[in-house]
Structures are given as structure tokens and as C-alpha cells.
């Protein structure tokens, strides 16, 4: 029997937020709540984060950026884009994006898979809606390798680092 899906209505700022990896990001909606149909997020970051190459396969992704302006690496074609740039990335695409101006704010779908649980998993939940705090120094290697391990169960293969900054 199919569970019975309810409308979800978030005033602005509302949600489920994380500061997870150097952002924010507040959750909309999870994949429970949709019938394993997407997540979705408003995201917030610095030019600081840095995100390392990726390839999904069990989501596609759906980017819209609100603020800013975010570089996004598709199967090694950098393209950056401002308010207003829309992002579609199937699954199986090498991607990463990197916030070129000081900030930037996202909104973000996945479609199918369950990486909104890993961000659960290895977030902490934000204790306001600003950027976390800066980290005291670069993650460990075993810090590192555990987040790149962790992604694996999430079908999230980590294929390289962080691309170097871009000058805005």
C-alpha cells in the first residue's frame, strides 16, 4: 500500500537547515515526504567551499541559482552563471560548481536516489541561518577518505578534488 503524500508549504526561511561542508543548507523537502520523488534544498555559500568532482547514479539534479554567482563544471566544460541560471545534470554527469562572488544562494532538486539522507548523516544542524563557522584548518586525509567512503553508499562516486579557485 502506498503511503499518503501531504502538501508541504514553507513560509520563507523555513525548513529543516544543516550546515553541512562550509554551507547552509536548508532542506524544503526530503524524499520521505515526496514518495521518493526528490529532495529539495536553498543552499548559501562562500567562495571559501570547495566542492570535489562528482558523478551520481541514482539522482539527476536540478540547480537554480537565486544570488551570486556560481561556476559549474559539467563533464569538464566550466560554465558560470548568475541570478536567474538554470542547471540540469542527469545522473552519470562529472560535475561540480564552486561559488565565484563573495556568496552565493542556490535552490536545489535531486530527483530519485537518497543523497538527501547523507547529508543528514554528515551535516549538523545549523544553530542559525548564516554560514557556519569557519573550520580551524583543512579536513584530514581521514576526514577526507570518510566522506568519500560515505558518499559510495549513497551512489555518489568522488572522481577528484575541489577544482582550483576562479577569479570572479
Known amino acids: ?31 520521505s515526504e515526496t514518495g521518493g520523488q526528490a529532495w529539495v534544498l536553498e543552499g548559501l555559500a562562500d ?10 547514479s541514482q539522482e539527476d539534479e536540478l540547480w537554480y541559482v537565486l544570488e551570486g554567482e556560481i561556476a559549474f563544471t559539467l563533464d569538464g566544460a566550466v560554465h558560470r552563471g548568475g541570478p536567474g541560471t538554470f542547471v540540469y545534470i542527469p545522473k552519470g554527469v562529472a560535475h561540480t560548481f564552486q561559488v565565484v562572488s563573495d556568496k552565493a544562494r542556490w535552490f536545489g532538486v535531486g530527483l530519485g536516489g537518497r543523497l538527501d539522507q547523507w547529508f543528514f548523516e554528515t551535516g549538523a544542524p545549523a544553530q542559525s541561518l548564516t554560514l557556519p563557522p569557519a573550520p580551524a584548518g583543512p579536513p584530514s586525509e581521514a576526514a577526507v577518505q570518510a566522506i568519500v567512503t560515505s558518499l559510495q553508499a549513497y551512489g555518489t562516486d568522488t572522481l577528484g578534488p575541489p577544482p582550483a579557485p576562479i577569479a570572479a
Do not use: C, D, S, Y
Open 1 to 31: 500500500m502506498e503511503a499518503t503524500l501531504t502538501p508541504i508549504l514553507l513560509a520563507p526561511q523555513q525548513g529543516r537547515a544543516l550546515w553541512h561542508l562550509g554551507a547552509l543548507m536548508n532542506f524544503k523537502a526530503v524524499m
Open 47 to 56: 567562495n571559501k567551499m570547495g566542492v570535489p568532482l562528482h558523478v551520481h
